[in-house]
C-alpha cells in the first residue's frame, strides 16, 4: 500500500505541471437478459486501419496485478499494442460501453450544435435516463454529454434514431462502423446497451475506445466529473459522472462504466502520464473491484 500511494503522489505532482489527456458513464440497475441472437455478416465501412493490438509481451504477464474481470485487455493508447489481455476474445454482452461506438458514431457525423427534437419512442427505455419528454428539443452537444457523463439512455436513443433516422438503422450503422474498425467479433442491437441479443469482446471494445479517444470534443465530455444538463423547461439536473477514477487521480481521463446483469459490471479506462497513454477495458467484473483492479493495472503499465 505504502509503494502505491507514493506512486499516486508522484504521479499528481507530475500531472499537475503536465498536459493531462482528458475522460467518463452510469450504473444501471440490473435488467434481465435476452437470448443473444447470431451475427449477420457485415462488410467493412472503408479502408479503416484498426490497431494491430499484437502482444510484444506475454499476453498474461507474470508481473502483472490479478483482476476479477472475466475479460479484459490493457493496450497502448497511441500504437494500439496489446499490454496485457485476459480472455480478451470471448464474446459477451458489454453494457453501456458500446455507448462509446454509439458516440464515435455521433461525433463523426459532426453537426453536434445542431438540434434533436425528441420523439416519444425515444423515452421508451430504463432505467437510467434523463426523463425526457417528446416534443422537446435539445442541442446534440449536451445530449451526448449526458450520454457520455451519465450514461442517459433516453440521450442514446434520441441520438441513434437521430443519425439513422431509426433504431434499427442506426444498428446497422453501429455494425458497419464497428467492421471497418476491426471490430469483427460483435453484433450490436440498440445504441445504449440493454440486454438484448448482442454482444462484442473486450478486445473488440479497445478498438472501437482506440478511436473514440482520437475524438477530442468525446475526451473533453468522458474527462468532465459532472454536468450540468439543462432541460427546455429551464429546470437544471446535475449529473455526477460514474466513472469514480476520475476523481481519484488526475491521470485518469476517461472513458465508459456500464452494468446489466447479463454483462456484470464493465469499465473501460484511459490514462497518461509522462508521455505514456493507456487504454484498459475490463468485462464482468463486480462493483467491488473494478475501480481498484484498473486503479492498480494501470499503475503497473505505467511503472513499465
Known amino acids: 500500500m505504502k509503494n502505491v500511494t507514493t506512486f499516486r503522489l508522484g504521479f499528481f505532482t507530475a500531472v499537475c505541471i503536465s498536459l493531462v489527456l482528458c475522460g467518463c458513464e452510469s450504473l444501471e440497475p440490473e435488467r434481465r437478459p435476452s437470448q443473444m441472437a447470431s451475427a449477420p455478416t457485415v462488410r467493412p465501412a472503408a479502408s479503416v486501419i484498426a490497431p494491430t493490438m499484437a502482444s510484444d509481451v506475454l499476453p498474461t504477464p507474470m508481473s502483472a496485478p490479478s483482476i476479477y474481470a472475466d475479460s479484459a485487455i490493457l493496450i497502448d493508447a497511441v500504437t494500439g499494442r496489446t499490454i496485457y489481455e485476459k480472455n480478451a476474445n470471448s464474446r ?114 479497445a478498438r472501437i475506445a482506440f478511436y473514440a479517444y482520437r475524438k477530442p470534443e468525446l475526451r473533453a465530455m468522458m474527462a468532465l466529473p459532472a454536468y450540468t444538463f439543462r432541460f427546455t423547461t429551464g429546470r437544471t439536473t446535475r449529473l455526477e459522472a460514474t466513472n469514480k477514477l476520475l476523481t481519484r487521480s488526475p491521470i485518469f481521463n476517461g472513458m465508459k462504466t456500464g452494468y446489466t446483469v447479463a454483462a456484470g459490471r464493465c469499465l473501460v479506462t484511459s490514462a497518461s502520464y509522462g508521455g505514456r497513454q493507456v487504454i484498459l477495458v475490463q468485462l464482468g467484473s463486480r462493483t467491488r473491484y473494478i475501480f481498484d483492479d484498473a486503479e492498480r493495472l494501470i499503475y503497473w503499465a505505467l511503472k513499465r
Do not use: C
Not at 103 to 125: K, N, Y
Not at 131 to 151: D, I, N
Not at 176 to 194: C, Q
Open 92 to 205: 459477451r454482452q458489454v453494457a453501456s460501453t458500446q455507448k462509446l461506438l454509439t458516440a464515435l458514431l455521433i461525433a463523426e457525423r459532426g453537426s453536434l450544435d445542431g438540434s434533436i427534437t425528441i420523439a416519444p419512442v425515444d423515452t421508451q427505455v430504463e432505467p437510467v435516463k434523463l426523463g425526457l419528454k417528446a416534443g422537446q428539443t435539445y442541442s446534440r452537444r449536451s445530449l451526448l454529454t449526458a450520454m457520455m457523463v451519465k450514461s442517459s439512455n433516453d440521450a442514446a436513443a434520441a441520438l441513434g434514431r437521430d443519425h439513422s433516422g431509426s433504431v434499427s438503422g442506426f444498428v446497422q450503422a453501429m455494425n458497419y462502423r464497428a467492421a471497418g474498425l476491426g471490430a469483427d467479433s460483435s453484433y450490436f442491437v440498440n445504441p445504449h446497451g440493454l440486454p438484448a441479443g448482442q454482444f462484442s469482446t473486450a478486445r473488440d471494445v
